[in-house]
T-cell receptor
Framework: DAGVIQSPRHEVTEMGQEVTLRCKPI?????LFWYRQTMMRGLELLIY????????DSGMPEDRFSAKMPNASFSTLKIQPSEPRDSAVYFC???????????????FGNGTRLTVT | LAKTTQPISMDSYEGQEVNITCSHN???????ITWYQQFPSQGPRFIIQ???TKVTNEVASLFIPADRKSSTLSLPRVSLSDTAVYYC???????????FGTGTRLTVIP
């Protein structure tokens, strides 16, 4: 099991540029989550998908942020245009199960550290 | 949504047992209690989960009293490598067990 794979590990970009973060969930997991972590706000849930369908994007800070999951093995988080305040570590997580009595834990990737100058 | 309260930070010497308590006064009947550990530059990692009484695995123990309004994560004989932030989450199998609080920053001292 390779775990959740995120790319790139680090991204440095200039304000106004488009940024795309990528995530490959664990095979067989049918829920995928995007989080953002900063010192000031901690870990924030941005959006999550069940069976490739976006369920709740209320955590997405602005229209500049968008996320897609075209298939069960790939998701992207895009920021366009990027701003310095978007600088953070972005984590992707996946888990098995979309409900029921079993409370499946989240499996996180190692994150993408984004710096917008 | 059950709110959790944990100490902001704790220090412990190597070899000691560490107990981190999480308060969740409005826990619901279907809610589980889940603990995660996060090292610097890594994503959170699942440690242990429980519903009631006591759960033990190779990493930690989780003690949950009968009223379930709190839980205690117990780390036996900590080492320097246990220095991390520990998060307590409470929720059911749906969408309300996805929210991380501020966590407890544990520092293990030689």
């Amino acid at each position: 099991d390779a775990g959740v794979i995120q790319s790139p590990r680090h991204e440095v970009t200039e304000m106004g540029q488009e940024v795309t973060l990528r995530c490959k969930p664990i095979s067989g997991h049918n829920s995928l989550f995007w989080y953002r972590q900063t010192m000031m706000r901690g870990l924030e849930l941005l959006i999550y998908f069940n069976n490739n369908v976006p369920i709740d994007d209320s955590g997405m800070p602005e229209d500049r942020f968008s996320a897609k999951m075209p298939n069960a093995s790939f998701s992207t988080l895009k920021i366009q245009p990027s701003e310095p305040r978007d600088s953070a570590v972005y984590f992707c997580a996946s888990r098995y199960g979309t409900g029921g009595s079993y409370n499946s834990p989240l499996h996180f990737g190692n994150g993408t550290r984004l710096t917008v100058t | 949504l059950a709110k959790t309260t944990q100490p902001i930070s704790m220090d412990s010497y190597e070899g000691q047992e560490v107990n981190i308590t999480c308060s969740h006064n409005n826990i619901a009947t279907n809610d589980y209690i889940t603990w995660y550990q996060q090292f610097p530059s890594q994503g959170p990692r699942f440690i242990i989960q429980g519903y009631k009484t006591k759960v033990t695995n190779e990493v930690a123990s989780l003690f949950i009293p009968a009223d379930r309004k709190s839980s205690t994560l117990s780390l036996p004989r900590v080492s320097l490598s246990d220095t991390a932030v520990y998060y307590c989450l409470v929720g059911d199998s749906g969408a309300n067990n996805l929210f991380f609080g501020t966590g407890t920053r544990l520092t293990v001292i030689p």
